[in-house]
């Protein structure tokens, strides 16, 4: 898409449960790493639980300087692929990390001469002549596209712009 009129961060909603999910997840590698170690009395998976134990409760106590939770997600992902039998589960654990990487970019939507972009996991676009509707109104932007899909998305409040003013570009932009 060539050069975008209007940029804005989208407000993310899903933090927290993303979090609790990436947490679980991690609890999920401690339980398997430390079954591991009292079945074969392995110093390695020890040592895997205790770092990523150590990890997981960091990021609970600090406020500051906290681990990615997709950083934790690698480290599991890599320690179970070196694990016999647990390979799949490794790559399962690597996956789940790069969409966790990707989830907590913030959502950006671009909108300019072509139609409207949406990044978030993947990008999507969406050209103006699938656009129905597209109106902003008090930091919400709602998109009607064709075969009735509605998108409404709550804009950050570092990304408000004059309502009247984009709600004129639009216009322009639907009745060319």
Do not use: C
Not at 70 to 90: D, K, Q, S, V
Not at 95 to 120: C, D, H, N, Q, W
Not at 125 to 132: A, D
Not at 144 to 169: H, I
Request: hydrophobic residues 55%.
């Amino acid at each position: 898409m060539a050069a975008h009129q209007y940029v804005f961060s989208v407000r993310d909603q899903s933090a927290k449960r993303q979090r609790t999910t990436i947490n679980l997840l991690i609890i999920l590698g401690i339980i398997i790493f430390l079954v591991r170690y009292y079945r074969d009395l392995s110093i390695l998976n020890l040592i895997a639980a205790i770092l990523i134990t150590s990890m997981f409760f960091w990021n609970i106590f600090t406020v500051k300087f906290r681990i990615p939770g997709h950083f934790t997600l690698l480290i599991i992902g890599l320690a179970l692929i070196l694990i016999p039998l647990f390979n799949l589960m490794g790559i399962l654990f690597l996956v789940l990390a790069f969409v966790a990487y990707r989830l907590a970019r913030p959502t950006k939507v671009s909108i300019g001469e072509e139609g409207i972009e949406l990044i978030s996991l993947w990008k999507r676009q969406i050209m103006w002549q699938e656009i129905q509707h597209l109106i902003l109104k008090d930091g919400l932007l709602s998109i009607e596209l064709a075969g009735n899909k509605l998108l409404q998305l709550e804009l950050a409040e570092d990304s408000r712009v004059s309502e009247p003013e984009f709600n004129a570009y639009v216009k322009s932009k639907r009745n060319i």
